[in-house]
Each structure stands twice: as structure tokens, then as C-alpha cells.
């Protein structure tokens, strides 16, 4: 079997949530050698919802389990001297460290990076947190929601005439976490030429400010700000409920299509009307072409006129569900969703490669670790033995 692309890159995890170690996760899918270092009562991911089986406990966290892959689990107090020193010792041959604390955390726990520098000198040191390492914002705390907000990408989303929304769930997370690999990845490169390492940083905050690209130069060049936009534009740039669920035609389609062929796809003699017949007038009776438009796709299936525009070589997207996407005939085709058995509760789908390489390729080989899994073998290599483990326990440093 071919070895993953960064199969010999050992990274030391003490990432938690979701920023880093998705970070790590894709190190890890594609061959490094991750441990994950967790407090003696484990990453908090561990309790994010939803269970598998809708079981609440620490080991069924489905986000965790797909955020931790392919990793090593060792617990460790790093609040604790013994602590720190063992993790210093697994940081002398290491490639990267990786971690999401807030910026004050790792200096108060001596662990800053001229000293970690000092102690090896090719070691990257990876760092994601809320708004970077500098700042007046930098020791703020924030949720999700607030990095979305903050970053600018929520004025632009929602309602025309109300309130500005956020995507669902975790993207600012999975946003970060894809910039800190891909940084991370700069700095190892740059370590394999030069045998020095240096330090990564990554703001969530700025990650999703990233992503406003064009609204960003559109103020600066024009000062013009852009606005969420009404229910009715004038055309079909909007997603549109047909009578099974959602379709999402080609933007800028009303415009740029010979309006008549556009009625007789559709089917719609109402749409041949005077107040329709240009840009300009369908803009100024927008709001009357869209409760047309509104009535006209609700009566129609989605699959069924996404084929048929494909045929008019009109660009329409399907707006699935979850379950929908798993049984894409694209997705099945191209087998992106994989199976991996975990050893205690069976098999379990998970998304898969992000990417494919073809001569070092992703691969889902472990499940994610229970909390200290490896923590006897791992110290075991650093010289302890039984004893030595029992009196680590006893003090609570793992």
C-alpha cells in the first residue's frame, strides 16, 4: 500500500473543539504521525453533540470522532511540571506542534515559543485562535457565531429586510482549520530545505474575513457596501422551492438568456408579458416576476427540471439534503463517502478525501483514539514503566 503524502512528519496535537484538530486531521488523513495530547478529562469536543445513537458520552461524540482520525491519544496535565517535561521530551525529534489555546496560555505555561525554539530548533510551531497573537482583541473570547460576525461575511447573508445570518454550524472552524494545515505545510517545507522551524500563526477572525474578496475591494475601490439582497431581483439569481425541495438556477440567467426561450422552457405564457420582455423592466416589476416565478417552480419537481435545463444547456443546481448527498449518483460514483469500522461502535460513514493524490493518497485507516488509548505505549518509549505509570496517575499528571 502506498504511504500517505506526509508519511515521517510528526506533529504533537494539543488541540481541542474543532479549528485545530481539524488542522490535524488532515495531516493525519494524509500519513503524519499525530498525537493528540488531551487533558487528563479529555478535549472538550468529546461532549459536542450530536451522540452516536443519540447517546450522550465522552467516546460517541460524532464530531469528534470524525475530527480525530487517524491520531494517537495520550493524556497529559500540562498544568503540572512532570507534565510539561514530558511533553518537552516528545518534542525534541518532533516536526510541528500544533495548538489552539488563547495566546496568554502557552507563555504562562513556559511554554513560549523562544523556549520551545531553544529546545528544538526545526520545530514549527502552529498557532489558531480567535483573532491571532497580537492585537487589543487578542485574549478575547468568542463563539462562532461572534468570529462569523466579525469577520464580516454575516453582513452579507440573510433577508434583504432583515436581520444578517450565518451559515449553519461550524464553518468558521473548518475555515481556520484549512488554513492552519495548508500554513503549516508552507513551514515544514520550509524546514525540510533550511532544518529551521519557525512560527504559524492563524486568526479565525481573519479567515472568514478572507472569504469576502470581492465585497472587500468593491468598498475600498467604490466605497459602494454591499447588501443583502431583496426576495425579488429581476431575474432568477435566487433559490427557488419546487414542489420536492429546492433548485438554484444559473445566476444571471434572466439577463442573459433570449427571454422567449427562457417562457418556453418554463412552460409559462404568463412570463410573456410586456412587463417582462427586458433587464430594465423586469427589474422595475420585480417583485411581480418573482411571485410568478415563485408559483411556476413550485409546481415543477427538482430532479425533473434539472435534467430538463441541462438539456437547454441552462445551468441549474439541485439543493440537496444530507441523506440526498449521500446518494448522489456523482458522490456514490466517485465512492467520497467511506466506511470505518471503530472497534467499539461499529461502522460508521464518514466524509472523505478532501483531495486526491494519486501516487500518496488519503486514507482512513483508524478511528479516533479513545481518551488516553496510547498513553502506556507512548511513555512506555520514553522509559516508564508500570510503576512509573501508576505514580503519574496517583499525581494527576496524566
Request: negative net charge; glycine residues 8%; charged residues 20%.
Amino acid at each position: 500500500m502506498p504511504s500517505g503524502a506526509l508519511a515521517g512528519v510528526k506533529v504533537i496535537d494539543l488541540t481541542h473543539h474543532i479549528a485545530g484538530p481539524y488542522a490535524t486531521k488532515l495531516l493525519a488523513d494524509f500519513g503524519a504521525d499525530v498525537l493528540k495530547i488531551e487533558r487528563p478529562a479529555g478535549d472538550p469536543g468529546r461532549r459536542l453533540p450530536p451522540f452516536h445513537n443519540d447517546e450522550p458520552h465522552h467516546e460517541k461524540s460524532l464530531p469528534f470522532l470524525y475530527l480525530n482520525t487517524n491520531k494517537r491519544s495520550i493524556t497529559l496535565n500540562l498544568k503540572t511540571d512532570a507534565g510539561r517535561g514530558i511533553l518537552m521530551d516528545l518534542l525534541a525529534d518532533a516536526d510541528a506542534l500544533v495548538e489552539n489555546f488563547a495566546p496568554r496560555v502557552m507563555p504562562s505555561l513556559g511554554l513560549d515559543y523562544a523556549t520551545l525554539r531553544a529546545h528544538n530548533p526545526g520545530l514549527v510551531v502552529a498557532s489558531v485562535s480567535n483573532f491571532g497573537r497580537s492585537g487589543p482583541w487578542r485574549d478575547y473570547r468568542a463563539t462562532e457565531i461572534v468570529e462569523y460576525a466579525l469577520g464580516g461575511l454575516m453582513y452579507i447573508f440573510g433577508a434583504y429586510d432583515r436581520e444578517p445570518l450565518k451559515h449553519a454550524l461550524h464553518q468558521a472552524q473548518f475555515k481556520a482549520g484549512t488554513n492552519l494545515a495548508s500554513a503549516l505545510l508552507l513551514a515544514l517545507y520550509h524546514q525540510r530545505l533550511t532544518g529551521q522551524g519557525q512560527q504559524v500563526e492563524v486568526s479565525i477572525q481573519e479567515s472568514i474575513a478572507s472569504a469576502l474578496r470581492d465585497v472587500t475591494n468593491n468598498y475600498t475601490y467604490t466605497g459602494a457596501v454591499r447588501r443583502r439582497q431583496p426576495n425579488h431581483t429581476g431575474d432568477l439569481t435566487r433559490v427557488r422551492a419546487v414542489s420536492d425541495g429546492y433548485v438554484l438556477p444559473n445566476p444571471g440567467l434572466g439577463a442573459s438568456v433570449d427571454w422567449q426561450v427562457l417562457v418556453d422552457f418554463l412552460e409559462a405564457p404568463e412570463l410573456d408579458d410586456p412587463r417582462f420582455d427586458n433587464p430594465s423592466a423586469r427589474l422595475e416589476n420585480a417583485e411581480a416576476l418573482g411571485d410568478i416565478l415563485d408559483q411556476i417552480f413550485a409546481a415543477k419537481q427538482k430532479q425533473e427540471i434539472f435534467y430538463a435545463a441541462h438539456q437547454k444547456r441552462f445551468i441549474y443546481g439541485v439543493i440537496d439534503s444530507p441523506e440526498e448527498t449521500i446518494d448522489n449518483p456523482q458522490i456514490q460514483a466517485r465512492g467520497y463517502y467511506v466506511p470505518l469500522h471503530h472497534p467499539q461502535l461499529g461502522e460508521i460513514t464518514f466524509p472523505g478525501a478532501p483531495f486526491l493524490l494519486s501516487d500518496s493518497p488519503w486514507q482512513l485507516n483508524a478511528a479516533a483514539p479513545a481518551l488516553g488509548e496510547h498513553t502506556a505505549e507512548v511513555l512506555g518509549q520514553l522509559g516508564y514503566d508500570a510503576a512509573g505509570l501508576g505514580q503519574l496517575r496517583a499525581s494527576e499528571v496524566i
